[in-house]
């Protein structure tokens, strides 16, 4: 097939032949070997916010204000000037007003978000992007040593009050809030909330409940249930009539939800933990056949490590479907850590419609790797309006990714390869390259954070991080000294 880097070239060829059937978004994307950025403006003026990032869909740029208690909504923007001099070619020099962040964005609104005792959480965002609608949290400060009561986990810590806000991007209208009290959620980097399509889970980890949540069209958001003393809508009832004739029923309110559930003195375990070690005693009752051998090997395997089971808590949940949850249990301290890769975990899948668990692997298991590493995009629930998001690179679909895994697995002395959470880097004083995975060892573009010429203070400590647009070559780089904006933000584009 004929290939070439000209542009130019490209286009008429795409003018004359025909891609094979299916694979026209990937002749596509291969414009962007051509389209990268090629110009730098370093140490940008502009307002002094902390940068969130791109919507999906390119159409918004999130951002809060230094005391988090604002959002300010930004249209990223293509930058546009005009030269009265003959030479106007890439070699000209910017007029001063093109290298400022308005000449790139365009600000829609300021939505104040935060009441007085609440900040915005800086870390949370998520985008539903076929109602363009954005979610954020608000919270109060967190408290630790927080009495176990009504139900609580204990060593967990509780924020008295944290809201959900749901808003249309488009003009800044809240549309909804859902409010947690005496609760905890983990916000940071979207730990403790997952979005598919129109569904939305909330876990709790303080009261050990995964809250489904529903947005519809209008705006609202709307309980559909919660998965965790309770599986199934009848269990309550259930429960609540046997309590009743033994004496032994409390009333609890969890989150603002009236719920009668046994105390925390009964001898009850939840819901969701009862299908977990059931789960977990079949599994190996099946292993073996000869009544003997299956005594000992459940006296081994389950009775003895029956109180770890028990002891297992929800850390994290996301969709695999919309009838299938993964979750991730592991221990008390795992679940509030900042840093979880220290911490035995385990998975489970349940379906939310037969509220059974279906499968169950420790973090270690090669078994759930393997699976991991084949059927990767299967672990990222794909929103059914973004099509593009079909098309992503992943080790599971394509050869190049697989073979970089592979490399990276044989060089790497931990379990944990890739970190793909959006946080801040430390950064280095060297640009960072980006090379052609078509043509090896060609430099197609470089992004180097911070002033141009480098910093005069090469002691301090710099961290950095990246926001790229989603299909535009344009990306801002961040970099601040630990502690002390502001931030110098270079803008990186092709001119």
Known sequence: MFKTNNVVSRIFERQIRTPAPGTSVHCARRFYENLVPSYTIYDVECPDHSFRKFTDDGQYFISFSRNHQDLIVYRPTWLSFSCKEEDCDNTHELPPKAKRFESFFTQLYVRSLASCNELICKDFFLYMESNQFGIFATSTAQIQDVPAVDGAIQGVPSIEKITFHLLRLEDGVILDEKVFHNDYVNLAHNMGVFLYDDLLAVVSLRYQTIH????????????????GAYCREDDELFINSSSQLSGNC??????????????????????????????????????????????QCLKKKFYYHFQNYVDLMIWKVQFLDRHHLLIKFGS?????????????????????????IVAFYQNAADELYLLYEQFCDHFHATSINSLYMNFISSHSNNVHALEQLKCMKNKATSSQLISATDRHRQSTDHPIRFISRRQSNVLKFKIKPGPEFGSADGRSKKISHFLFHPFLPFAL??????????SVVNIHFRR
Not at 480 to 485: A, E, V
């Open 212 to 227: 489904i949540l529903q947005i519809r069209d209008s705006g609202n958001l709307v309980d559909v249930r919660a998965i």
């Open 477 to 486: 780089s961040i970099q601040q000294t630990l502690f002390l904006p502001p």
């Open 250 to 295: 409390g009333d609890i309110v969890d989150n603002g939800i009236h719920h009668d559930q046994p105390n925390s003195n009964s001898y009850f375990l939840s819901g969701i933990k009862q299908r977990l070690l059931s789960f977990i005693f079949r599994e190996i009752w099946s292993e073996e056949t000869d009544q003997t051998q299956r005594v």
């Open 332 to 356: 008390v301290d795992g679940g509030v850590s900042r840093n979880t890769d220290q911490h035995p975990a385990f998975f489970a899948v349940y379906n939310m419609e037969t509220t059974e």
